[in-house]
């Protein structure tokens, strides 16, 4: 049996393109989770319907799991960003007789949550594709013009081509004879 007498808080995220800012998204996500924990914990069930809304600018829903064999409970949340196809999950579990001092304290936690990635087509993103572009044509030019003014040697088989000794790159005269290899 595991040890709920210190609160316990797991975080995560996953990458999905089919995520959706609806609510039909929403209660899969929720009822999913609700089934897998169900495998395993036949007692879990939602205290009260899952509440919607918006946490970092998206959409989330928040629900609280409770257990008929146990005190114990689980607040969690689930936040889904379609832009970046992502969602976030986050899950506090806790002695039932702390119940108020966690919920206020997770609340606080999905106050505090921020998206940090890129949006893909917000102005960022496009200032940073738009260097991303430059560079590469910068790195494309310089390339191209190094690799005009580069004359290989015409020692190619590492032979000086007067005394046929062996001559290593970049030598410019043969070590042995003195001839130019250029």
Known sequence: MQDFTSPNLVVGSEFDPTASETPDFLDGLVEEMLAELQKNRSDASLAQPAMYRTIADHAGVSFIIQFEQVDVLQTGAFIVSAPHDMVWFILLTFPEGHSRLMLRAFEQVLAGFEITLVSPGGALYVVSL?????????????????????????????????????????????????????
């Open 130 to 182: 738009w260097l991303a572009v430059v560079a590469g044509a910068a790195v494309v030019i310089i390339l191209a013009i190094l690799g005009w003014r580069y004359r290989p040697s015409p020692v190619m088989n590492g032979k000086c081509p007067s005394c046929g000794s062996p001559v290593f790159p970049p030598a410019n005269f043969c070590v042995q004879c003195g001839t130019p290899l250029d």
